[in-house]
């Protein structure tokens, strides 16, 4: 069992963006000495839900100042990036890095971030899988060209060389972003919004796709520990709603297309209701369902929820030491299969 700690750099109300970002290198700092195998930080653009606009820029300054835990992007947005510079960047994290470095993509949305890049819709609606293939291709090749709709150019050298292939995973929400994947051999990132039997149905869908071929799939799940169910569900469900709201109304569509942004009270309980939100029993428990339920062996643990840099480190602190022990005895060395043993 893998589990990390996935940071979004969420910004609540009355908070600086130096205050959350200090705060979110600390967090990640503080994952390490927790026990965590890695952190992940996401990307957004324009908007506090979450304030990190370059996730592989952080994550290299956050592999600066640790030294054991693999640091990872969930995710850097191909819509709105060059794939050969990703491609440049990735590698030289993972030489300077000595490998502790993990590049997460995805395709973003339709938002006003493809306007101001100057990238357009297209790539957000039809060039995901040129670009995704182009920087697999730069990450493996030792020349690179390219004769597409999108990316023309002729012969480079890429420099420097990654120390061996990074390995790269892609965030779906989709089934065809799932085939896609899966025809590539790359594993999932499952995001936040959808329940086991959710991510279920994608690892089937992908399963299918890569003709019964498994992949380490990796999914995103809030985390938060009390010492009560009760106390944990209560704080979230008052702390969520004043980061969500203003948070989620900051997706602004690139054309006229109607948004609606989701109501922040409905969402804050649907993600105390399917996440380990309560005691670290409980917490211990949700997690190794979600497991069995959907094989998927890679947490990354959103603690963020709680509203204040202080409770994060906290929550980190508890998971670390009240969770996670428990959670890798249930798979450890790989002598069970996911739901051996479990919940009894």
Do not use: K
């Not at 799939?217 to 569900?233: G, I, K, L, N, P």
């Amino acid at each position: 069992m893998r589990v990390g700690v996935f940071l979004l750099a969420a910004r609540f109300p009355g908070q600086s963006d130096g205050e959350v970002l200090t705060a979110t290198v600390e967090a990640a700092v503080a994952a390490e000495r927790a026990g965590f195998d890695d952190v992940w930080f996401a990307e957004h653009h324009f908007m506090s839900y979450g304030i990190c606009p370059s996730a592989v820029t952080l994550a290299s300054y956050v592999l600066g100042h640790t030294e054991r835990i693999t640091v990872g992007t969930a995710v850097s947005v191909l819509s709105t990036a060059h794939p050969v510079a990703l491609a440049e960047q990735t590698a030289l994290l993972d030489q300077v890095s000595g490998g502790r470095f993990r590049l997460g993509v995805g395709r973003g949305g339709p938002w006003v971030d493809l306007e101001v890049f100057g990238t357009g819709l297209a790539r957000y609606e039809s060039g995901f899988a040129e670009s995704l293939d182009l920087l697999l291709a730069g990450l493996t090749r030792p020349r690179l060209s390219a004769a597409g709709p999108t990316f023309a150019f002729r012969e480079i050298p890429m420099v420097p060389r990654p120390r061996t292939r990074p390995p790269v995973v892609v965030a779906c929400t989709s089934d065809a972003t799932a085939a896609l994947a899966a025809e590539r051999g790359l594993p999932m990132l499952l995001g936040m919004h959808v329940d086991d039997e959710g991510r279920r149905r994608m690892v089937d869908a992908y399963t299918a796709a890569a003709g019964n071929a498994q992949a380490e799939h990796v999914a995103a799940v809030m985390a938060y520990v009390a010492d009560t169910r009760a106390e944990a569900q209560e704080l979230l469900r008052a702390e969520l709603p004043r980061w969500l709201r203003p948070g989620l109304a900051g997706y602004v569509p690139v054309d006229d297309r109607p948004y609606t942004p989701r109501d922040a009270d409905a969402y804050a309980d649907l993600l105390c209701r399917i996440h380990p939100v309560g005691t670290a029993e409980d917490c211990v428990e949700t997690m190794a369902a979600t497991a069995e339920r959907t094989g998927v062996r890679h947490l990354i643990l959103m603690v963020e929820g709680a509203g204040s840099p202080r409770r994060t480190r906290e929550n980190i602190a508890r998971l670390g030491a009240e969770v996670l022990p428990h959670l890798r005895a249930r798979f450890r060395d790989g002598d069970r299969e996911p739901g051996s043993e479990l919940l009894n």
